[in-house]
């Protein structure tokens, strides 16, 4: 059964949006975590944060919370980082195979071939696809992390004034 070439185009525009999405909300994490972790570690630097004479449980807890913070904020940032795959030789799909061609002529020899083919639009939509679904599973499990780390670290606080 052929292709509708209009309905493959509606999704690769779908998915474009998409991966625009996806960078939006994993840089707002970002953001927002980086605003957090940081508040955390100038009240480490300055001492107003201390955990020397605290409880073993508050130190074990805050160095979970720690590790989970530091992880869930490279994770997300990992999800924001750009990824693009190897060119595929001999093809001008998208700007990773583009950039290949330093003479204009052979970039119009691997257009020709990409016109013929008529897979262009369909080859984007499933890579840009796999590009998303890596970007929202690395922020989901950066927030849990992230989730994970702020949870710790605040039970930490509160056990600290507690015990």
């Known amino acids: 059964m052929p292709v509708d070439p209009h309905h493959v185009r509606r999704l690769l525009d779908e998915t474009r949006e ?5 960078d939006t909300k994993a840089s707002i994490v970002l953001a927002g975590s980086g605003v957090g972790v940081g508040i955390l570690l100038t009240g480490l630097v300055t001492g107003d944060v201390n955990l020397k004479g605290d409880a073993e449980i508050v130190s074990v807890l805050a160095w979970i919370a720690s590790v989970m913070l530091v992880a869930g904020v490279g994770l997300i940032g990992w ?22 061609y330093e003479d204009e002529a052979e970039l ?8 013929a083919d008529g ?18 599973k690395r922020t989901k499990f950066g ?21």
């Open 119 to 136: 897979g262009r639009d369909l080859h984007q939509t499933r890579v840009l696809a796999r590009i998303v679904a890596r970007k929202y």
């Open 18 to 22: 998409e991966v625009s999405r996806a």
């Open 79 to 100: 999800a924001v980082y750009p990824y693009t795959k190897g060119a595929e030789p001999g093809r001008a799909r998208w700007f990773a195979e583009i950039v290949q």
């Open 143 to 163: 927030m849990w992390l992230l989730a994970i780390g702020f949870g710790g670290g605040a039970l930490a606080a509160l056990l600290s004034t507690r015990l």
């Open 108 to 115: 119009a020899e691997a257009v020709q071939v990409d016109q």
